[in-house]
Nanobody, 116 residues
Framework: QVHLVESGGGLVQPGGSLKLSCAAS????????MGWYRQAPGKQRDMVAR???????NYADSVKGRFTISRDNAKNTVYLQLNNLKPEHTAFYFC??????????WGQGTHVTFSS
């Protein structure tokens, strides 16, 4: 059974950084692309970054140069480094994987929010 568990969110000050992790299990992690998505209050869930099985990355225009996605196949984990954070980055961040012939799997999300 596929499980995705995000962690690393929390309270951050503007300009701060966080590193999110997503631990995957239940499938052959190294064979599949992974994605990070975010959902701000009252908004739809949007793709933030994606990394293929071979390590090719792509990013939403709004986060290029600020966020970095990476993966560690030995640990079955995908990461999202968030730098120079701003209040508009407040959201739940989710990781996701799409396996053949099934709907995407999602984790429960990790929350990034800001202190004043």
């Amino acid at each position: 059974q596929v499980h995705l568990v995000e962690s690393g969110g929390g309270l951050v000050q503007p300009g701060g950084s966080l590193k999110l992790s997503c631990a995957a299990s239940g499938y052959n992690f190294r064979l599949y692309a992974m994605g990070w998505y975010r959902q701000a209050p009252g908004k739809q869930r949007d793709m933030v970054a994606r990394i293929t099985s071979g390590g090719t990355t792509n990013y939403a225009d709004s986060v290029k140069g600020r966020f970095t996605i990476s993966r560690d196949n030995a640990k079955n984990t995908v990461y999202l480094q968030l730098n120079n954070l701003k209040p508009e980055h407040t959201a739940f961040y989710f990781c996701s994987v799409t396996l053949p012939l099934v709907l995407p799997y999602w984790g429960q999300g990790t929350h990034v929010t800001f202190s004043s």
